[in-house]
DNA sequence: ATGGCCTTGGTACAAGGA
């Protein structure tokens, strides 16, 4: 079973590169961030007629997700954190081949003493509490998407220019460690992985061309599905397209139970 | 090297992203 999350900033100008990349890399559930589209505008039948159900949880111009699933489809679907007041689509939630599946599109913050930050912290708990509380009810469990946050110095290509900027300040980083104290692990870092592994590069200052980016999609894997992870890379490849998203696709494996 | 790019809304340029 392999499950990925894609940040692809504007799926009405990426859908093109989503099929693609489908056609190419047949997983069998992909969450989707910064889709960018309001409900009503969502390409819900491009995406199935390429093989996939979808649920989507979005809204104009910012924002916006999706959880796309092999034919069984998605169950119990959750969009957004209930009971935390939200005016952003950023989560969705749903239970495919047995596997919860929550994809998030963390707030960016903009920056350590603004109001995004102070949201962005009110945010990260609402959602441990949200994960905590799916997590005894569904120990098969994925949290993945776009965190906005760099966990370890190591997913940064320039850890001191970047030491107290935004993704990688020690609150953010305390969150993520939280995070993983609920009982969930870091797929990626379950392998050994090239050095300057990043699956995010700035458009700008020919930053992909010279590999300057972050590691802030990630995956991770409940305690009780640990062992069934039989790889996590990072897909490079899409960011190779005209007119890429700045994200690349991180996807996992797992073995059948 | 101040910012350099991309997307949206809307039709000029500002805001947000990371």
């Known amino acids: 079973m392999k499950l990925a999350t894609w940040n692809v900033n504007s799926l009405a100008v990426r859908l093109p590169q989503l099929l693609d990349w489908l056609a190419a890399n047949p997983v069998d559930a992909l969450v989707l961030q910064e889709t960018k589209l309001s409900d009503d505008k969502f390409p819900q039948a491009e995406i199935e007629a390429a093989g996939y159900q979808v649920v989507f949880h979005g809204q104009k111009t910012y924002n916006g997700v999706a959880l796309l699933s092999r034919a069984s489809g998605a169950q119990d679907v959750v969009k957004n954190i209930p009971g935390f007041d939200d005016d952003m689509a950023r989560v969705i939630t749903?239970?495919?081949?047995?596997?919860?599946?929550?994809?998030?599109?963390?707030?960016?913050?903009?920056?350590?003493?603004?109001?995004?930050?102070?949201?962005?912290?009110?945010?990260?708990d609402a959602l441990r509490a949200f994960v905590a509380d799916e997590l005894q009810r569904h120990p098969r469990l994925v949290l993945m998407g776009d965190f906005n946050i760099a966990p370890e110095d190591r997913d940064v290509y320039d850890p001191v220019a970047w030491a107290g900027q935004i993704h990688c300040t020690p609150q953010e980083r305390a969150h993520f460690q939280q995070l993983c104290g609920l009982g969930l692990v870091d797929a990626f870092r379950l392998f050994e992985q090239p050095p300057k592994s990043w699956s995010w590069w700035d458009y700008r200052n020919l930053a992909f061309r010279k590999n300057q980016g972050l590691r802030i999609d990630i995956i991770l894997v409940s305690d009780t599905l640990r062992p069934r992870v039989q790889a996590c890379v990072i897909d490079k490849l899409p960011r190779k397209n005209e007119r890429p998203s700045d994200h690349a696709p991180v996807v996992v494996e797992l073995a059948a139970q």
Do not use: C, E, H
Request: charged fraction near 25%.
């Open 94 to 124: 749903g239970t495919v081949d047995g596997v919860r599946v929550i994809g998030g599109y963390f707030p960016n913050g903009q920056a350590p003493d603004s109001d995004k930050f102070v949201y962005k912290m009110r945010w990260l």
